[in-house]
């Protein structure tokens, strides 16, 4: 475990940096229209027949109200019509990239959203027939589902157990009554202790919870009230996110009051308290945001330095393809990434006109999938030997030493080292990883707007 220690007012002018969150490398602000669905279509057919497993991501851009924190790709709908058109155009998607790929071997499944499980029970049966058909899943396949606690009954925890869900992220964020009238999103203790029991009831045992802080209203006292709740429902695994506040990117959040907002110095003391709870509660820190039970895959993965990153976070996944299905969802696979139309609309045409939805995307060239081992290194590690790395992609290590000189006023302080070989970060690891990581990024600074560091 890397030392905390209390904000000073060089660790805070760090904390204000503004930087990618690295789900990706090369960053999603350099995607570009030069990657179409001709292109995409290639990359799955050089796929085609390889014996390697494929993770599938389905995107699934409802939910029944928008909450004000939210940085998602969703909208707000009531009625099923909207929903059942989508699904429908969903099946078709699974039909045309099935084509391409042919029937490759899955390893893992994840539903995110928006609110997957807004889909009707028999939508849901319809879509996982056609994956079974068009694809060869594994027996042992993770299936995991975000859901919103407010939207799970008994019977929909016993549903999606039979559609093979293995895995369930609930979306707590907070327990704090005027935090939660804050955002928008009201949900006592009794509906998320009750999503709780509805999944384990069901057979779904592996359960995430996401909190968050930084939060409008938010106080230290009630990120210890909320993470002493949670600790006490016991999921497998915690994500702890800072809210991201980017109302130039998502205009519901322009309802947030900026003047509501935890500063700098406070969003360290509510993520430092949040996180010394956890580890306290018997969680093993991973990475930047997460923390899982020492028998959880996640903690395994990391002790054995298997743990990947990719757009849903840290995850055991190490498929070379993530395949994403529905509007904005972003494939990955060995050649570059390739994003579906954002908009449900413009997906929708695509899908309907026979042919991939693929609206912009980013080749993989020159050192970009060396430095993006890189930033995955610090990030779910803090360290990384880049000499090794560089060896690996066929490189010198000077490519990557200019990065240090970014680096200096950590080095000099000591909370980053560098023997020549291997760098890490040994003190307020979480709270400057994101900013170390920034130095090995070589489009940095060329477009894009991003959240602050913590």
Known sequence: ?????????????????????????????????????????????????????????????????????CGCTTKAVRREEPVRAYAADLRREIDLVAARLGPAAVSHLHWGGGTPNALPADCLDALMGDLHRRFRIAADAEHAIELDPRHLTADGARHLASIGITRASLGVQTLDDAVQAAIGRVQPLEVVAGGFAALRAAGIAAINA????????????????????????????????GYAHVPWMKSHQKLVSEAELPGAPERIRQAALARDMLVAGGYLEIGIDHFALPDDSMARARQARDLHRNFQGYTTDGADALIGLGASSISRTPFGYAQNAPDAAGWRRAIEAGHLATAKGRAFAGEDRMRADVIAQILCYFDVDLSKTAERYGFSVDVLLPGLADLSPFLDAGWVTFDGRCLALVTHAQDVARVVASAFDAYLGQGGRHSVAV
């Open 1 to 69: 475990m890397t030392r905390h220690v209390s904000p000073s007012a060089a660790l805070l002018d760090h904390a204000r940096r503004m930087v990618p969150r690295y789900t990706s490398y090369p960053t999603a602000p350099h995607f570009s229209a030069e990657v179409t669905h001709e292109t995409y279509g290639g990359w799955l057919d050089r796929l085609s027949g390889s014996t390697a497993p494929v993770s599938l991501y389905l995107h699934v851009p409802f939910c029944r109200s928008i909450c004000s924190y």
């Open 210 to 241: 996401d909190l968050m802080y930084g939060l409008p209203r938010q106080t230290l006292h009630s990120i210890e009230a909320t993470v002493a709740e949670v600790v006490r429902l016991a999921p497998n695994r915690i994500s702890l996110f």
